[in-house]
T-cell receptor, first 112, second 113 residues
Framework: NAGVTQTPKFQVLKTGQSMTLQCAQDMNHNSMYWYRQDPGMGLRLIYYSASEGTTDKGEVPNGYNVSRLNKREFSLRLESAAPSQTSVYFC???????????FGEGSRLTVL | KQEVTQIPAALSVPEGENLVLNCSFTDSAIYNLQWFRQDPGKGLTSLLLIQSSQREQTSGRLNASLDKSSGRSTLYIAASQPGDSATYLCAVGWYSSASKIIFGSGTRLSIRP
């Protein structure tokens, strides 16, 4: 079982460039999430989607946009990347019955 | 505002000791709480999930308890081993925003041989 799949795993951008992080889950979960993790810190919620067609801001949404393309896919877009967005990004989905979170392996983004 | 706090940020203990990691949360009306482990440079591994109706969950040497009235969960690790060295994170969901999950900043645990 693939679970939660994120692409790309690594990316280097220049300031001002744009990019999209892709996330897909094959567990038929309704809720999906994007988090960022900076060195020595926990995970901070960027955006989440409770169900297909809905998205909500988390703790640190500025500078990001999201799209819940369908039930499987939830993408995160950086329109104009800044060095402060250098981080590891994690996508997750949540089992609606148990509430358990499942994570992808992470995407390491560096903005120069 | 719903917040999750983990104190201390770092902990070092000798091998063999039993230890407790703490997770505190505001707003006691939680939906559930999940403990994770993260090794350096790696992803998150789920350890235990506690529903709001439960008081504790156990897996091997790990035991997680939940006290909603005090806004606290503890992760008890028995007979610690060097392989337990990692960062431990807790994540909380609340009934008022059931799909929103907030993490604590984690406790970095080091077990000395």
């Amino acid at each position: 079982n693939a679970g939660v799949t994120q692409t790309p795993k690594f990316q280097v951008l220049k300031t001002g460039q744009s990019m999209t992080l892709q996330c897909a889950q094959d567990m038929n979960h309704n809720s999906m999430y994007w988090y960022r993790q900076d060195p020595g810190m926990g995970l901070r919620l960027i955006y989440y989607s409770a169900s297909e067609g809905t998205t909500d801001k988390g703790e640190v949404p500025n500078g990001y946009n999201v799209s819940r393309l369908n039930k499987r896919e939830f993408s995160l877009r950086l329109e104009s990347a800044a060095p402060s967005q250098t981080s590891v990004y994690f996508c997750a989905s949540r089992n609606s019955n148990t509430g358990e979170l499942f994570f992808g392996e992470g995407s390491r983004l560096t903005v120069l | 505002k719903q917040e999750v706090t983990q104190i201390p940020a770092a902990l070092s203990v000798p091998e063999g000791e039993n230890l407790v990691l703490n997770c505190s949360f505001t707003d006691s009306a939680i939906y559930n709480l999940q403990w994770f482990r993260q090794d350096p440079g790696k992803g998150l591994t789920s350890l235990l999930l506690i529903q709001s109706s439960q008081r504790e969950q156990t897996s091997g040497r790990l035991n997680a308890s939940l006290d909603k009235s005090s806004g606290r969960s503890t992760l008890y690790i028995a007979a610690s081993q060097p392989g337990d060295s990692a960062t431990y994170l807790c994540a909380v969901g609340w009934y008022s925003s059931a799909s929103k999950i907030i993490f604590g900043s984690g406790t970095r645990l080091s077990i000395r041989p």
